[in-house]
């Protein structure tokens, strides 16, 4: 069964340095996002992307992130100045076109550690 | 804010009883879905309930929703060992379908 996949699975870095999170979204799907998990809370959505741009994106979302899709079948998230509180599991997920699916499917996550 | 609240935060039970869980949220949905996370590692989609249904199943999955009271409801049956995880409900909106998330409900399933 496709499944979205997400490498690496842990990084650290040191704060101030740059991070690239890549995903491998299920082939099919056209819609693409990012959230993350700080540890103990709540999944929160960061961005999702359409058409090869941003279709909407969180506060959380702000200029040191970014993201892209290089080629057909890669997704990053790029965080440019990497701070503490940026430590987090960030989880790429994909979904099929709109019409009657919704379902988003998960990566397995990327564990960011800043320190 | 359309976020999912989870009822109870943690749930304790035998193997082959049932559990239950809830999940309440603030304004109209277009989905409700149900997931499920194993410690530290990553989401997995359990089933996915549309505003204009009441119930579906999946296996031993039931999942209510009633909307009138802005609420859903997630029952496993027949629980197992490998069922203890962090069950999360999902809800996204009519205009986009970025998912607002719950604090989950934490079940241990014992032996």
């Known amino acids: 069964e496709p499944e979205v996949t997400q490498t690496p699975s842990h990084q650290v870095t040191q704060m101030g340095q740059e991070v690239i999170l890549r995903c491998v979204p299920i082939s099919n799907h056209l819609y693409f996002y990012w959230y993350r998990q700080i540890l103990g809370q709540k999944v929160e959505f960061l961005v999702s992307f359409y058409n090869n741009e941003i279709s909407e994106k969180s506060e959380i979302f702000d200029d040191q992130f970014s993201v892209e899709r290089p080629d057909g079948s890669n997704f990053t998230l790029k965080i440019r100045s990497t701070k503490l509180e940026d430590s987090a599991m960030y989880f790429c997920?994909?979904?099929?076109?709109?019409?009657?699916?919704?379902?988003?499917?998960f990566g397995p996550g990327t564990r960011l550690t800043v320190t | 804010s359309q976020q999912g609240e989870e009822d109870p935060q943690a749930l304790s039970i035998q193997e082959g009883e049932n559990a239950t869980m809830n999940c309440s949220y603030k304004t109209s949905i277009n989905n409700l879905q149900w997931y499920r996370q194993n410690s530290g590692r990553g989401l997995v989609h359990l089933i996915l309930?549309?505003?204009?249904?009441r119930e579906k199943h999946s296996g031993r999955l039931r999942v209510t929703l009633d909307t009138s009271k802005k609420s859903s409801s997630l029952l496993i049956t027949a629980s197992r060992a490998a069922d203890t995880a962090s069950y999360f409900c999902?809800?996204?909106?009519?205009?986009?379908?970025?998912?607002?998330f719950g604090a989950g409900t934490t079940v241990t399933v014992r032996a």
């Open positions: 999902a809800t996204d909106g009519f205009n986009d379908y970025k998912l607002s």
């Open positions: 997920a994909s979904r099929k076109d709109g019409g009657s699916s919704y379902e988003q499917y």
């Open positions: 309930i549309r505003s204009n249904e």
